[in-house]
């Protein structure tokens, strides 16, 4: 496959996807919805817990989801069991009088016995802005030592910089995703996202060792070179993208709520990072290095 050939299709591509989730932020902000949507772990909200007499089945799950968003206005509620027949609903922060009229709601429609909630309580933020400053930090630190790491491994800053925008670029996708279906943002992003920024690094460097050896091997141009190198290695990196999704998509579909909100930002960072490291980093080396040599070209003296 002629990767470099066609490295402008891949750009585009990427550059649509990131530009409809930075419109669909920004309309968000601006007609007050947010740019994200941010869980109670980041903004606060209401938690009511009730015998519902029955086991939690996904009809039922939807049934009461309908009646929350009906009441309170939250367009997406947690509601996930608590033992055998207790139902834990989780939402935006709720007046007293919501939650009441939540719980009397449901008792009727369920012909419930119970007179009270089993909890009835309002939840503070358990992602302050001082959390939020660190996993930015911890990003941000990650990826300047990755340049640094990468630059001195392949004695060549391009590297680094390539592989640094990848991984950029996989961290944009992740937000695009998550503000365009409006999926709660929450601890399990943040965690998800400091995972991915490591793991999808792996297969860009070994895209990158594979140029350099080729580079010693090949007596060819450098769009020649990455398009042998990554041919070489596209096999070992579909296969290992796709026996670790097959075990998070498991996760995903059979795993309980909180395990379903860690592996989903990881399903998307890993399909990201794949891509990316196929079809972002290596012609954004060539870019660079197709920079390089312009520059060089313009600024020789000429000779008389």
């Given at each position: 496959?002629?990767?470099?050939?066609?490295?402008?299709?891949?750009?585009?591509?990427?550059?649509?996807?990131?530009?409809?989730?930075?419109?669909?932020?920004?309309?968000?902000?601006?007609?007050?919805?947010?740019?994200?949507?941010?869980?109670?772990?980041?903004?606060?909200?209401?938690?009511?817990?009730?015998?519902?007499?029955?086991?939690?089945?996904?009809?039922?799950?939807?049934?009461?989801?309908?009646?929350?968003?009906?009441?309170?206005?939250?367009?997406?509620?947690?509601?996930?069991?608590?033992?055998?027949?207790?139902?834990?609903?989780?939402?935006?922060?709720?007046?007293?009088?919501?939650?009441?009229?939540?719980?009397?709601?449901?008792?009727?429609?369920?012909?419930?016995?119970?007179?009270?909630?089993?909890?009835?309580?309002?939840?503070?933020?358990?992602?302050?802005?001082?959390?939020?400053?660190?996993?930015?930090?911890?990003?941000?630190?990650?990826?300047?030592?990755?340049?640094?790491?990468?630059?001195?491994?392949?004695?060549?800053?391009?590297?680094?910089?390539?592989?640094?925008?990848?991984?950029?670029?996989?961290?944009?996708?992740?937000?695009?995703?998550?503000?365009?279906?409006?999926?709660?943002?929450?601890?399990?992003f943040i965690a998800g996202m400091l995972t991915i920024v490591g793991y999808s690094i792996n297969d860009t460097i070994i895209v990158f060792d594979r140029i350099r050896e080729n580079k010693g091997k090949m007596h060819a141009d450098d769009a020649k070179i990455?398009?042998?190198?990554?041919?070489?290695?596209?096999?070992?990196?579909?296969?290992?993208?796709?026996?670790?999704?097959?075990?998070?998509?498991?996760?995903?579909?059979?795993?309980?709520?909180?395990?379903?909100?860690?592996?989903?930002?990881?399903?998307?960072?890993?399909?990201?990072?794949?891509?990316?490291?196929?079809?972002?980093?290596?012609?954004?080396?060539?870019?660079?290095?197709?920079?390089?040599?312009?520059?060089?070209?313009?600024?020789?003296?000429?000779?008389?």
């Open positions: 496959m002629k990767f470099i050939e066609n490295r402008k299709k891949f750009f585009i591509l990427s550059a649509a996807v990131i530009l409809i989730g930075l419109l669909t932020m920004c309309y968000n902000a601006i007609t007050q919805k947010g740019a994200f949507n941010q869980d109670i772990e980041f903004t606060g909200g209401s938690i009511v817990q009730i015998n519902m007499e029955r086991k939690l089945t996904p009809e039922l799950r939807n049934e009461l989801a309908e009646i929350v968003t009906e009441i309170t206005g939250d367009t997406a509620p947690r509601i996930t069991a608590a033992g055998d027949t207790g139902v834990i609903i989780t939402t935006k922060r709720a007046e007293v009088a919501a939650r009441k009229k939540l719980f009397d709601t449901i008792k009727e429609k369920y012909s419930l016995s119970d007179e009270i909630p089993l909890a009835d309580s309002d939840v503070s933020a358990s992602i302050s802005d001082e959390i939020k400053l660190g996993a930015l930090q911890a990003v941000v630190v990650g990826i300047i030592l990755i340049l640094i790491y990468i630059t001195y491994r392949f004695k060549d800053y391009r590297f680094g910089m390539s592989a640094v925008a990848a991984l950029v670029h996989d961290v944009l996708i992740m937000l695009a995703v998550y503000a365009v279906f409006r999926i709660p943002l929450n601890n399990s990455i398009d042998e190198s990554v041919n070489q290695t596209l096999t070992r990196s579909i296969n290992t993208s796709i026996t670790t999704l097959i075990m998070i998509v498991l996760l995903y579909i059979l795993g309980v709520q909180s395990v379903k909100q860690f592996a989903f930002p990881l399903i998307i960072g890993i399909a990201a990072g794949t891509y990316s490291s196929i079809f972002i980093a290596s012609p954004l080396w060539y870019e660079l290095r197709k920079l390089k040599r312009h520059s060089n070209k313009t600024t020789k003296p000429k000779t008389t």
